[in-house]
């Protein structure tokens, strides 16, 4: 058997189907990755940089393609995917050990793992973990806290209402009607959310689960939360019973991180934009994270894995970062469940057609908790259907707003 066509595949579509996040984001862009052999056979993998740059996915997997194409032929049993990966990594050892270029090869990866797992008749958690949970916690990801409160509470109690047991917002509000983000200044940051969270805890109750994003990742000016600001929001929800607080600073500082990390008793998570082991090993040198957040359509499923073990050394846990399209949360899910300390994981609420029609039914609730997919390889789809309905439009990708590049609904 060999490797006879690699190929990047672009859509866009509906964003969400949650209409609490809908007001601010209509439409997305997914880049996959597919890979077939001569025996009809294929894999399907996704690359998180398709939500940010898509145009720039096919040019890395045209340059990398013909490493796969000039591997030995292989049986079933002998599909060599770390030697492909090392291979691969090769290549673009000046320009792609971080950033896009291991973005994309992580797509090029899922697919090859898709594929193996195909072969195999074996679910890809199956192909790193014997032992992996029939069930894991998980919450919806909600996106914007909404302005006015009130709308913060029927917004939740929605996610509540599709079996979710745990939600994440951000911290600070958005104005529905003028899209402006609405934030305390300085240090009074920690009454508004330590507010927040009581406002939640008294309508929900004490075993609803509350997570936090600050998203200070790609937050600038006032809105950017410094140590000391930080220190104090997390002092104010100290007493209430936080799941996480996701990126209470950006990520140029590990020893800012490790002072807030070591202050607070307050689970501190953070890593989504970082693109390699090596990245986060800064973070668990200094016990930066309480919480890691591997994206494994950014950084791949061994580099997920990799991640969570280094963690696990000192008793920390992962929980993915997840906000590709549909095949990209396959990823993150399988290695969620072949990780031994994922402590919980992020799902989108009303998920729209570019992650339904791609995942399938392999991903599902019950009792708040996601059950494991067990289909061969990812369970990833992709119709011609799919293919039809959401073609590819320049523009549509996610910017943090700024002169010259206003973020698009």
């Not at 240090?187 to 330590?194: F, H, Q, S």
Request: with cysteine; net charge negative; aromatic share 10%.
């Amino acid at each position: 058997m060999r490797i006879v066509d690699v190929r990047t595949v672009l859509l866009t579509g509906p964003c969400t189907d949650d209409p609490w996040l809908s007001v601010f984001k209509q439409t997305r862009t997914v880049a996959l990755v597919e890979i077939e052999t001569d025996s009809g056979e294929t894999g399907l993998g996704e690359t998180y940089a398709g939500y940010f740059f898509p145009e720039s996915v096919p040019l890395v997997v045209s340059y990398l393609a013909p490493v796969l194409l000039a591997l030995d032929e292989f049986e079933p049993d002998t599909l060599d995917v770390p030697q492909a990966l090392a291979r691969m990594r090769t290549c673009f050892q000046y320009w792609g050990r971080v950033g896009l270029g291991a973005g994309v090869l992580a797509g090029i990866e899922g697919a090859l793992w898709d594929l193996a797992g195909k072969l195999l008749e074996l679910p890809v958690h199956r192909l790193f973990s014997s032992d992996a949970p029939a069930r894991l916690p998980a919450y919806a990801t909600g996106g914007p806290s909404p302005w006015p409160k009130d709308d913060l509470l029927r917004k939740v109690d929605f996610y509540r209402g599709l079996g979710f047991a745990a939600v994440k917002v951000s911290t600070g509000y958005l104005d529905a009607d003028t899209r402006a983000e609405v934030t305390a200044p300085g240090v009074a940051a920690a009454e508004w959310e330590a507010e927040k969270v009581s406002l939640l805890r008294a309508e929900f109750g004490s075993e609803f689960g509350v997570l936090l994003d600050g998203h200070m990742g790609h937050r600038e000016g006032a809105a950017r939360w410094d140590l000391a600001t930080a220190s104090a929001v997390l002092s104010s929800l100290e007493p209430l019973g936080l799941v996480l607080l996701e990126e209470p600073l950006a990520y140029d500082d590990p020893d800012a991180y490790a002072e807030l990390s070591a202050s607070s008793p307050v689970p501190m998570a953070g890593g989504e934009q970082l693109s390699t082991y090596r990245e986060f090993a800064l973070y668990a040198d200094r016990q930066a994270f309480t919480v890691a957040q591997p994206d494994a359509a950014w950084l791949g499923i061994e580099g997920f894995l990799r991640v969570a073990d280094r963690f696990a050394v000192d008793g920390a846990g992962v929980a993915p970062h997840c906000w590709s399209g549909g095949v990209g949360y396959l990823q993150n899910i399988h290695a969620a469940f072949a990780a031994p300390n994922t402590g919980i994981v992020e799902l989108p609420p009303a998920a729209g057609p570019l992650h339904t029609e791609l995942w399938g039914d392999n991903v599902r609730l019950e009792d708040g908790l996601l059950v494991r997919p067990d289909e061969p390889g990812l369970g990833a789809r992709l119709t011609d259907a799919t293919r039809a309905a959401y073609p590819f439009r320049p523009g549509a990708e996610e910017f943090a707003s700024v002169p010259g590049k206003l973020m698009r609904s």
